[in-house]
């Protein structure tokens, strides 16, 4: 099992930046994929970046592609996303989640390909 607990979010005007931490405890990180994905109201979650195990491949959703920059340091047991040129639509609760996996592979891009999720922090972005 592996405990996530995320951090950094809040308030920002558009064309800022905010920078998502996620902690995690239990099991050794690096044998995880993580994710971030995000859910605004009446939505459905949808992802937002993925990184391997190992840290060297990662995927991003269209949408922040170019803004936004996922990094993990597994001694740390920490992973983070980068959030740069915020928009009003990038408005949601984050998650970050791990994805067990004997694979140094990041395209895992559904909500149901993961095994733990953490709680979720609010970023909003005003206009």
């Known amino acids: 099992q592996v405990q996530l607990v995320e951090s950094g979010g809040g308030w920002v005007q558009a064309g800022g930046s905010l920078r998502l931490s996620c902690a995690a405890s239990?099991?050794?990180?690096?044998?995880?994929?993580m994710g971030w994905f995000r859910q605004a109201p009446g939505k459905e979650r949808e992802y937002v970046a993925v990184?391997?195990?190992?840290?060297?491949?990662?995927y991003f959703a269209d949408s922040v592609k170019g803004r936004f920059f996922i990094s993990r340091v597994n001694v740390e047991n920490t992973f983070s996303l980068q959030m740069n040129s915020l928009k009003p639509e990038d408005t949601a609760v984050y998650y970050c989640?791990?994805?067990?996996?004997?694979?140094?592979?990041?395209?895992?891009?559904?909500?149901?390909?993961?095994?733990?999720w953490g709680q979720g922090t609010q970023v909003t972005v005003s206009s």
């Open positions: 989640a791990a994805k067990d996996t004997i694979y140094n592979y990041a395209y895992y891009l559904g909500s149901t390909d993961y095994d733990y």
């Open positions: 239990g099991r050794p990180p690096s044998r995880y994929a």
């Open positions: 990184i391997s195990r190992s840290g060297g491949s990662t």
